[in-house]
T-cell receptor, first 110, second 115 residues
């Protein structure tokens, strides 16, 4: 399967805390992407990390990639209520097709 | 601003009826995709297209068809709707060639209920 698998699948935290979620996969990759989905909306691309990168930052987001363990993590620092959403990792396979994990549901309590 | 729009956003239909979900993008992207999203399954690829007149089956294509007559549109047709096709459908697009990193741009989704 080309899918990534997120862990934990559900996470509830207090505003201001950090949220960490993980994605494991089985195949070799060129890049791994993270997307956010707010309730009732489409997915929005957050960040892409290439296979030759180990860490990447974007605002309050930090993504790491360990290709030896076939895993990635997404850290959201200083979480806000607006970060309440589902987060998906996605792997590219074939010709520009993306396979998505089942998602992490994150609830940030004000 | 360029965008990708889906219509209708919500539809209720009956088993056996033909349904078409529209997807229109103004990004001028060659690549377009249809996914369905169901609890416990995440997003699964239905059909995709890399350009005009090109269509390909994804992992859950049975009961669905697409056509690509121009760059902007990729309508998804359910030939004979079944209750198992009740789902939220997402259209997405991406550029091809050197600009392509695999990042997808998603529409807001179409919620389909088949009774």
């Amino acid at each position: 399967s080309q899918q990534g698998e997120e862990d934990p699948q559900a996470l509830s935290i207090q505003e201001g805390e950090n949220a960490t979620m993980n994605c494991s996969y089985k195949t070799s990759i060129n890049n791994l992407q993270w997307y956010r989905q707010n309730s009732g909306r489409g997915l929005v691309h957050l960040i892409l990390i290439r296979s030759n990168e180990r860490e990447k930052h974007s605002g309050r987001l930090r993504v790491t990639l360990d290709t030896s363990k076939k895993s990635s993590s997404l850290l959201i620092t200083a979480s806000r209520a607006a970060d309440t959403a589902s987060y998906f990792c996605a792997l590219i396979y074939g010709n520009n097709r993306l396979a998505f994990g089942k998602g992490n549901q994150v609830v940030v309590i004000p | 601003d360029a965008e990708i729009t889906q219509s209708p956003r919500h539809k209720i239909t009956e088993t056996g009826r033909q349904v078409t979900l529209a997807c229109h993008q103004t990004w001028n992207h060659n690549n377009m995709f249809w996914y369905r999203q169901d609890l416990g399954h995440g997003l699964r690829l239905i059909h995709y297209s890399y350009g005009v007149q090109d269509t390909n089956k994804g992992e859950v294509s049975d009961g669905y068809s697409v056509s690509r007559s121009n760059t902007e549109d990729l309508p998804l047709t359910l030939e004979s709707a079944a209750s198992s096709q009740t789902s939220v459908y997402f259209c997405a697009s991406s550029p091809s060639g050197g600009q392509n990193t695999g990042e997808l741009f998603f529409g807001e989704g179409s919620r389909l209920t088949v009774l």
